[in-house]
């Protein structure tokens, strides 16, 4: 018995040890399950941008409509009334795109070595042009060049407008890169207002990085509103988190969940209601990009940030699964919701 002990002992010793690193290995494993079950919201609007883009409708109206739509993006357009007279469909675009319009004048002269008379004149005028041409009366006026006094400001009123200038200036109209006009974007705070204007190449680059650093600062591009002149949400109130109202006015909304969240990745649940083909534009926090998609199609902008997510046929349930690529903390942003 004496000769044997030992080696029991050995074998009890060495179960021991083997039972403990089994404890500590279901012990973690039950901490991975935990952390990775619960759901967490997808990243939420904590404050609104009011995008601007001044001078048009021009001859690149369309262009500039297909990258704010690409990027979920709904703006206020101030339109010259002379323009919006010679296209009139490239104005009716902007209001079927989900973007407001608003008044800047008449032929962009400068208004303040105007009378009382003519200011009047002028700006009803380019408030007609845009009615007859939308169908929609404009709530808010910007002068040209900024140039403004008392007597503009109280024209603009009795006409029912609100005058909006700008907190930033992008600078596009002065020659400005790509990368200083995305530069001078990333000044913007919530409730400010950027001004762009129609027509210009560089500014029609800059848009995903614009919003990449805006979904980036958890700040989505909202109306203006007319009673405060700065940026609010779309509808003039906060949606519910995870939601994002559909930038033309339907009644699609896309809810998201995080299911699932590993060391170097995390998958996404978003559930569709209101519409039983759709399409949702999510914004991810670069350097993250998504390495899996299921129950849609999809497709990305140049940045490989935004991505436009469509129905396929497979229900009103789609999801994704992003890597992290070393930004663990980021979620994904709901954009934009609409139906058809």
């Known amino acids: 018995m ?3 002990f030992p080696r029991t002992a050995l074998w009890s010793r060495r179960l021991r040890a083997a039972l403990a690193v089994l404890a500590t290995a279901v012990a973690m494993c039950g901490v991975v399950l935990t952390a990775t079950s619960a759901p967490s919201s997808a990243a939420t609007c904590n404050g609104y941008v009011g995008l601007t883009f001044d001078d048009g409708p021009t001859g690149s109206t ?22 919006v007279q010679n296209n009139r469909s490239a104005a009716q675009a902007q209001v079927s795109a989900g973007m407001w319009v608003a008044n800047h004048s008449w032929n962009h002269a400068h208004m ?7 200011m009047q004149s002028d700006l009803s ?28 400001q109280s024209v603009a009123s009795s006409l029912g407008m609100r005058q909006v ?22 000044r913007l705070q919530a409730g400010q207002v950027i001004l762009m204007h ?19 600062r ?14 609010v949400a779309p509808d003039g109130t906060t949606p519910p988190p995870g939601t994002t109202p559909p930038p033309s006015g339907g009644s699609c909304t896309a809810t998201a969940t995080t299911t699932n969240v590993w060391g170097d990745r995390y998958n996404t649940s978003v559930t569709v209601s209101g519409a039983n083909t759709w399409t949702v534009v999510v914004a991810l926090t670069s350097p993250q990009r998504v390495s899996t998609i299921w129950n849609g199609t999809a497709t990305w902008d140049s940045s490989g940030t935004v991505m436009t997510m469509r129905s396929n046929g497979s229900g009103n349930t789609f999801g994704f699964t992003t890597m ?13 919701c609409t139906s058809g």
């Open 324 to 336: 992290t690529n070393g930004n663990s903390s980021a979620r994904p942003q709901i954009r934009s």
């Open 2 to 4: 004496s000769r044997l």
């Open 218 to 231: 958890n700040l989505c591009p909202g109306m203006i509103s007319p009673s405060t002149g700065r940026a």
């Open 62 to 83: 369309s262009a500039l409509l297909n990258v704010l739509r690409g990027n979920g993006v709904r703006a206020t357009m101030f339109n010259v009334g002379q323009n």
């Open 112 to 118: 303040t070595s105007m009378s009382q008379s003519q």
């Open 198 to 216: 129609d027509g210009i190449q560089n500014t029609r680059d800059a848009i995903p990085q614009i919003m990449a650093n805006l979904t980036s």
């Open 125 to 152: 005028q380019t408030s007609s042009a845009i009615q007859s041409a939308t169908g929609s009366r404009p709530v808010l006026f910007r002068p040209p060049y900024g140039e403004t006094n008392s007597t503009l």
């Open 165 to 186: 200038l700008w907190d930033v200036d992008s600078q596009d109209w002065n020659g400005a890169s790509v990368s200083q006009i995305v530069s001078n974007a990333s």
